[in-house]
């Protein structure tokens, strides 16, 4: 019984994984990570410790550069706090919106932060796409540590 406990449990965690790549609030990969720890812990799984440190340290090393990515393409393009700030707010508006709200929502939220910090349409576009490049960039690794990790516990779970 409680072997499908871990397993439904680590089902809903890789599901929030995916969900979190998305949503800022909600950590992606380590979710989907400690999914991955609850089917190893279950009959169901049972990965190497290489397997374990290596998707582990996946995990981390995508939430660090979460982090960095967006500031790095927003100073790239010469902009503010204000771009990746209205990147988020814009990603969040866009979440209800569809597929594309999510992708049109942070680029109009990089821009509009962009014109409340500096009052000038160039910069605003330039740092605006500065900003939506590098948020996402991480969105796109986060999906891809939280889609390689999904597939090795599915990979485990089916075999």
Same mark, same amino acid.
């Given at each position: 019984?409680?072997?499908?406990?871990?397993?439904?449990?680590?089902?809903?965690?890789?599901?929030?994984?995916?969900?979190?790549?998305?949503?800022?609030?909600?950590?992606?990969?380590?979710?989907?990570?400690?999914?991955?720890?609850?089917?190893?812990?279950?009959?169901? /799984?049972?990965?190497?410790?290489?397997?374990? !440190?290596?998707?582990? $340290?996946? @995990?981390?090393?995508? %939430?660090? +550069?979460? *982090?960095?990515?967006?500031?790095?393409?927003?100073?790239?393009?010469?902009?503010?706090?204000?771009?990746?700030?209205?990147?988020?707010?814009?990603?969040?508006?866009?979440?209800?919106?569809?597929?594309?709200?999510?992708?049109?929502?942070?680029?109009?939220?990089?821009?509009? /932060?962009?014109?409340?910090?500096?009052?000038? !349409?160039?910069?605003? $576009?330039? @740092?605006?796409?500065? %900003?939506? +490049?590098? *948020?996402?960039?991480?969105?796109?690794?986060?999906?891809?540590?939280?889609?390689?990790?999904?597939?090795?516990?599915?990979?485990?779970?089916?075999?």
């Amino acid at each position: 019984m409680s072997d499908y406990i871990l397993l439904i449990s680590g089902i809903i965690l890789m599901i929030l994984g995916i969900i979190g790549c998305l949503v800022p609030v909600l950590p992606g990969p380590p979710l989907s990570f400690l999914g991955l720890l609850l089917l190893h812990f279950s009959r169901f /799984g049972d990965y190497s410790q290489s397997t374990l !440190i290596t998707l582990g $340290v996946i @995990a981390v090393v995508v %939430s660090i +550069l979460d *982090f960095i990515v967006p500031v790095w393409g927003t100073k790239r393009f010469g902009g503010s706090k204000y771009g990746t700030r209205g990147a988020t707010v814009g990603l969040i508006i866009g979440l209800f919106l569809g597929p594309m709200g999510i992708i049109i929502g942070p680029l109009i939220g990089a821009f509009v /932060g962009e014109m409340i910090f500096k009052d000038d !349409i160039n910069y605003a $576009v330039r @740092a605006g796409f500065g %900003s939506l +490049l590098g *948020f996402l960039t991480g969105i796109g690794l986060k999906l891809a540590a939280s889609f390689i990790m999904t597939f090795y516990f599915v990979k485990e779970w089916i075999a």
